[in-house]
């Protein structure tokens, strides 16, 4: 089994930066892509960035040009850079990864239990 750990959420001003991480570990044999989702109260849950293992990237239009998402394979994290950062980015960030076990075994989601992202002066 895989665990996924987020870190690096907490309380910043509007115009202020945040690094979050995504730490995987456990038994698997292999991470695919992965993910980085958000949460605001009363709203549905929404891709905010993506990664592929080949370090390819695409991101949500409301945080293109602010956020860089990254990982290091090596280490199995994933980072979530956030600068420029606005009241609307506050919510609950969610690290998802596709992910097999142990070969040849079908990829399967695993996820993260979440870090609060609060921007507000």
């Known amino acids: 089994q895989v665990q996924l750990v987020e870190s690096g959420g907490g309380l910043v001003q509007p115009g202020g930066f945040l690094r979050l991480s995504c730490a995987a570990s456990?038994?698997?044999?292999?991470?695919?892509?992965m993910r980085w989702y958000r949460q605001a109260p009363g709203n549905q849950r929404e891709l905010v960035a993506g990664i592929t293992s080949g370090g390819s990237t695409n991101y949500a239009d409301s945080v293109k040009g602010r956020f860089t998402i990254s990982r290091d394979n090596a280490e199995n994290t994933m980072y979530l850079q956030m600068n420029s950062l606005k009241p609307e980015d506050t919510a609950v960030y969610y690290c998802?990864?596709?992910?097999?076990?142990?070969?040849?075994?079908?990829?399967?989601?695993?996820w993260g239990q979440g870090t609060q992202v609060t921007v507000s002066a």
């Open positions: 456990g038994s698997f044999f292999i991470i695919h892509d």
């Open positions: 998802n990864a596709d992910v097999v076990s142990d070969y040849p075994t079908a990829a399967s989601g695993a």
